[in-house]
Every structure is written in C-alpha cells, then in structure tokens.
C-alpha cells in the first residue's frame, strides 16, 4: 500500500522530514526564489504578457511539479524556449498583451498540461525520442539567438513590429537605432555590468536580484518613467490622426460587436434549450453569430496592423497655452517660434479618442496586489484546435528540456529519474498553473543548477521557493513599480547567452553528417520561419526521421571469405577468395519495410555473380527485427532459390526474429534443419552435404574452403 501511495503521490517519500533537511531545503528554496523573482518577470513579457503574470507562473507550477515529479532539484516556472514559443503561438491570433492573447496564454498552458499529462499516464515518454538530439541543439541555438535579438528594441528604448518576418521585425529595429532612448541603454547596460561582474567576482551572490534592486532604485530616484495623456485631436500630422481615428473607431466597433454577439449567443442557446423556436430561425441566429464573429475576427486584425504602426510613430509635444491646445508634432516637424516640451513621446494605449504617451523609460509598472483569480481558462473548440500543433511542440520542447536537465542533476546526485513521473509532475503543473493564470512552463536549467549548488535535498526546497513568490505576490508588489523593463530585458539576454553553443552543432557535424545536417537545417529554418518557432522544430524532426530512414534503406552488406585467422571476413576488406560452391554474406540491419528492397537485390546480385554455387548462407547476428514485408521477402526468395536449387541457411538470428519467423510459418517453411546458432555449425553442416553429394568435391574444398586452405581439414 505505502508504494502505491508512493507512485500516487510521490512527495510522500520527503516524510519523515529530517531537521536539517529541512533547513538546507530552505536556504536553496530561498536563493532560487532570489533569481526566481526577477527570471519570471522577465519571461513574462518574453511571452507577450504583462511581467506580473511571471510570478502567476512562479508560484504554483514549481510547487506542483516538485510535489509530483522525479526529480528532487528540478525547479519548474517561467522558462525562455517554451515563453518564445508561447509568444510565437499567439502572436498571429491576438495582440500580444491583450485581454485575448492572455486568456490564449492561459489556454495554451491547459493543452500543454494535459499533453504531457496524457503522455505520462500512458507512459509514452519514448515519445520525446522523435526529437533527436541534433534538432534540440540546432533548434535551441536558433532561439536563444531569437530570444536575445527579441530585446534589442527593450534595451535601445525603441519600438518592435511584430510581423510575420522576425527578420524584417528587427531590421526595423535596427533603423531606429538612431533614436535610441539614452536612459533606457544606460538602464540595461548597468544591469548587464551588474550581472555579468557578479558572476565573475561573486558568484555565490544573487547577481540578478541585485541587478533589479539597483536599477529599480535608480529609476524611481531620477524619475525614469515619465507617462502623458493626450487626445487624438492634438496629432498635427493628417495622415497619423486618421489612422489614429480608425483604430479607435475600430475599437468601438469591436466592442459593440461583442455585445451584440454575448446577446445573440444566450437567445440561441435559450431557444435550443426551450425547444420554442422553429429550425428556420434557429439556423438565422447561427447564420448572424458566425457573420459576427468574422467581422470580429477582420476588426481584430485591423486593430494588430494599426497599434503597430502607431507605435511606430515618435512626437514633440507643444504644451496646451491659454489661446491653443497641446500639439503632437512628428519628431523635427515642430514649426517655428513653437517650443516642445523636451521629450519624445510614443502612443502606448488608443481608448475612445484618448492617448496614452510614453516619454521616458518603460518600467513595470502596476502590479495587482494578491493571489490570482482561480478558474478553468476560457475555451472553444476552433481555439484549441488552431493551438493544437503548437501546444504538442511545446509539450515535448518543454519536457525534453525538463528531463534532460534532471538528468544531468541526477548524474551527480545519483538519483533515480522516472521519465513518466517526470511527464506527470510537469503535466499537472501546466494544468494547476492554468487554473491560476499561468503561461506554458517547464524546467529550469539556471535555477536547478542553484537549487543543486544551495545544497536541496528534496522537492521542499521548491515549495519554499514557491511560498517566497506567495508572500511577494501578497507583499511586495509595490516595490517593483519602478522596475525597468530595458533590465528585464537584459536579464534575457544574459540567460540566453549560456543557450548559444555552435560547437554542439559542429559536434553533431563530426560524429555523422546526417546529424549536422537534421542540426544545421533545424537552426536555419527556425530562424528563416520566426516568429513561428514551431515549423523550424517540426522540419527538423522530419528530417531527422527521413535521413535515419535514409540510412537504414541500405545497410552495410558484405561477402564473406575464410580470413587466415581463421574466421569469415568482408572479401571486399581483406581481399579474400570466394568459394565456387558455398556464397556467404552477412547483413548489418533489421528487415522491415523500407529495405527489404535492397535486402532482395543484394541476395540476387550474390547469386547471380556465382552462378556455380548450390547454398547460400546468410549471416544474420546483425538482424535485429523483422517485420510482415521482410518475412514476405525472406518467403518469395527462398522459394524462388529453391526452384533454381540453391539451399539457403541462417545462422544467428535472435529470439525476437525467430519468434516473428514461428508465428507466421516461415521457420516450418524454410524447415528448421536451415537453421543455425553460429556460422562455424552453419558451413560444418553445408560441406558434408556437399561432400555427400559430389564426393569429388573434397579435394577442392580442400584448396578452396571459401579461401581457406587448411581450416577444412578441421571441419571434416
């Protein structure tokens, strides 16, 4: 029973709690808290959402995966690939921030719980096998490449369009270097010494925590944030306020589709459930709410197209005087004898003819105070399914990072790691983390690696550090008001760097070159396919599967000769003689669908190159599997040797193949006497029947024994 309860719940193996367990979970519960705090932040908005839903994401998941997984140091929250990932998934669906694109978040976070939830209880963890190594590589170097040049405009103070080309996306960015915000660069590159100085001298201290606590002090300190409000009204430039007009009326508009749309909805579902309305009217009501939500959906995407563009736009603000209102002027386009007020303003927020400008740098900002709000996230059928595909990449991205990290921690602790249980823990964490409004998560390999290196001792630690996040949530808010987001986005770009491994693909290059190929075309089509991630991993899976496919279609086949030392050996290599009368070949590779083509040719070409011989011996160590189109290859060439009078003989086969040969009748039909455990009882057997039946031919088995001129002696 206390092992079932165990395979159930498998904290239960924490009890009885040691004191000193305790105590050191709760020192390395704390310091991952420290870099806890600030990463979720960070890759909140990596994700496209406000930073706060970072500690949403924080607090549960990390403590429902260390209760439910296999790994004592694991630490489960926010993590780059799979925050990308999720920002790369909704980005073509909804406007990144968004009361939409948020609910998408968190909807993406239940699918991905309950594919790895799946997947666990069914033990299919093998599964995560279909993405080989070489494509994780290349993939995980294409996006710590994304996730970095992705904060660039963060870090200048500048603003990012968000295309279907990340590539045009940051050469956008790059155009407006020249308009680089100095406060915001200085924020950042301070953070960046921080970190990087604290890493290097004192590596023992928490170098982000300390980070965001300077830069935050100074930003509140020199009044780095500096916010206006406006009206569309003040915009001199014609062309801008009209744009500015349309996503506003747009806006409207949208609203009050949705209204009518919530309206429509209830009178259907009332009429279906009263059963009073005719079919005809129903199917009116459908007809309208379908032609709603399309024009929803078109408005949805005009809306996109113009708050890009607006953010794209700089102004000089002329203050409002006693005889005229306040002006927006294009940056240099302020007229003469008309003085602005010194800063650079951006649109942030168009809401019904309101403005809301950004001048200086961007912080953080508000922060609600208290737990989230517990509930099943919004769900529809034709959303799930446009975020099925990106919901199964995240699943395995987000577990093979998980397990492998685990892995490594376990390779040093000497833990034993249950990839199942691992699918389950982190599983039901994206699924509980959905239910308080969190985002995809997976493991961490920064904050397991300080988890190890604090000294945890089991899944406690991470409950602490999850706890540490409660008390922020309920406490501490306020004091990252003044967070700047330029130090977010450095604290990024630092996690990130360690991802950047070239050598791993040239690794990959070295050992096979299918390996560096599936590597170097997963980096290239992720990078030519962002923002949407998931088509370079998919191509990459493929591929890998199609080159080994490749590769097993023709495996090595070789003609063998009696070597000197007495055992057969490649003719090929060891340039050995062949026998007249005995062919001899091994092959090196399962039989199955894909080669039994060339498994058939091969067999023929012997044959036919000695047309003199009367046996054929196939040796078959190297034939792992054999499956229905293999046995019925096998099957048509014996029959066909036989009818020209070649006997053919197996020597070595396994278990696994003779057991598929028994079950389907071809062991009776080829007859068990042509059946051998080695290749030696195999030719002792195939010279006596040939002796038998030409008694002239021992003399020349003596000179020619497939090359051997004195090891048939011992034979006969």
């Avoid at 982000?208 to 606590?213: K, S, T």
């Avoid at 922060?367 to 699943?395: C, F, H, N, R």
């Avoid at 070409?605 to 190297?622: T, W, Y």
Wanted: net charge neutral; proline share 4%.
């Amino acid at each position: 029973m206390n092992s079932r309860l165990a395979r159930i719940f498998p904290f239960l193996s924490w009890w009885p709690l040691n004191g000193a367990n305790v105590r050191t979970d709760l020192i390395a519960g704390i310091t991952v808290a420290l870099v806890l705090i600030p990463q979720s932040m960070a890759y909140a908005q990596l994700a496209g959402l406000p930073a706060y839903y970072g500690l949403y994401a924080a607090f549960l998941p990390g403590i429902i995966a260390a209760m439910w997984g296999s790994s004592a140091q694991l630490a489960t929250g926010p993590v780059a690939v799979a925050s990308l990932l999720t920002a790369s998934a909704l980005a073509p669906l909804a406007a990144t921030g968004s009361e939409q694109f948020v609910a998408l978040a968190i909807l993406l976070a239940l699918m991905v719980g309950l594919i790895q939830l799946g997947l666990g209880i069914f033990k299919l963890g093998v599964v995560v096998n279909f993405l080989s190594h070489p494509v994780i590589v290349g993939f995980t170097n294409a996006a710590a490449i994304i996730i970095g040049l992705s904060q660039l405009n963060k870090l200048f103070g500048v603003s990012m369009g968000r295309s279907e080309h990340f590539i045009n996306d940051i050469w956008g960015v790059l155009l407006q270097i020249g308009e680089t915000h100095w406060p915001t660069l200085i924020m950042g590159v301070s953070a960046f010494a921080i970190m990087w100085g604290l890493k290097k001298f004192a590596p023992k201290l928490p170098g982000v925590l300390i980070a965001v606590a300077i830069t935050t002090v100074a930003s509140f300190a020199i009044g780095f944030e500096h916010n206006s409000k406006g009206k569309i009204e003040e915009i001199a430039d014609i062309e801008v306020k009209t744009l500015a007009n349309d996503f506003s009326r747009g806006e409207i508009r949208m609203e009050e589709l949705n209204g009518v749309l919530s309206a429509k909805t209830a009178e259907l579902k009332l009429m279906q459930k009263s059963k009073d309305g005719s079919g005809q009217h129903i199917a009116a009501l459908r007809y309208e709410t379908e032609l709603i939500k399309l024009e929803i959906e078109h408005l949805e995407g005009e809306s996109r197209k113009a708050a890009r563009s607006l953010r794209k736009f700089i102004f000089e603000q002329v203050p409002a005087t006693d005889t005229q209102p306040a002006k927006l002027y294009l940056t240099g386009q302020v007229p003469q004898g008309e003085l602005s007020d010194g800063y650079r303003w951006r649109i942030k927020k168009v809401s019904k003819g309101e403005l809301k400008l950004v001048g200086g740098g961007e912080v953080v900002g508000s922060i609600p105070s208290g737990l989230p709000d517990i509930g099943l996230p919004k769900m529809s059928w034709e959303t799930m399914m446009s975020l099925l595909s990106s919901a199964l990449v995240i699943s395995l991205v987000g577990f093979m990072e998980a397990i492998s990290i685990a892995k490594a921690m376990a390779a040093k602790t000497r833990q034993r790691i249950d990839p199942n249980q691992e699918l389950l823990g982190q599983g039901i964490s994206n699924i509980v983390g959905s239910l308080s409004q969190s985002f995809p998560v997976s493991g961490s390999f920064s904050r397991s690696a300080v988890n190890l290196n604090a000294g945890a001792v089991t899944g406690l630690s991470n409950v602490f550090a999850g706890l540490i996040v409660l008390v922020t949530l309920l406490f501490l808010t306020p004091l990252l008001y003044h967070l700047p987001q330029a130090v977010l986005a450095a604290v990024i770009m630092m996690a990130v760097i360690g991802l950047v491994n070239f050598k791993a693909i040239a690794h990959a290059w070295h050992t096979h070159k299918h390996d560096g190929v599936a590597s170097v075309v997963t980096f290239v089509a992720t990078l030519a396919f962002a923002p949407h991630l998931d088509n370079g991993i998919i191509i990459g899976a493929g591929l890998a599967i199609i080159l080994y496919l490749y590769r097993t279609m023709k495996p090595r086949v070789a003609i063998l000769g009696r070597h000197p030392d007495g055992h057969l050996r490649d003719v090929k290599v060891h340039n050995l003689p062949v026998s007249e009368n005995i062919i001899a070949m091994r092959y090196d590779g399962s039989l199955y669908f894909a080669n039994v083509p060339y498994f058939e040719d091969t067999v023929l070409e012997a044959v036919a190159n000695n047309p003199q011989a009367r046996c054929l011996l196939i040796v078959s160590d190297g034939i792992n599997q054999l499956d229905a189109s293999g046995e019925e290859v096998i099957h048509h060439l014996v029959e066909r040797l036989r009818a020209g009078g070649i006997r053919v003989v197996f020597s070595g086969l396994k278990k696994q193949v003779l057991d598929v040969m028994r079950h389907s009748g071809l062991l009776k039909y080829i007859g068990e006497e042509n059946f051998f455990m080695d290749e030696e009882k195999a030719l002792e057997d195939i010279y006596a029947e040939v002796i038998k039946v030409k008694p002239d031919a021992k003399r020349r088995l003596l000179k020619q024994s497939i090359g051997d001129n004195d090891g048939i002696r011992t034979w006969l």
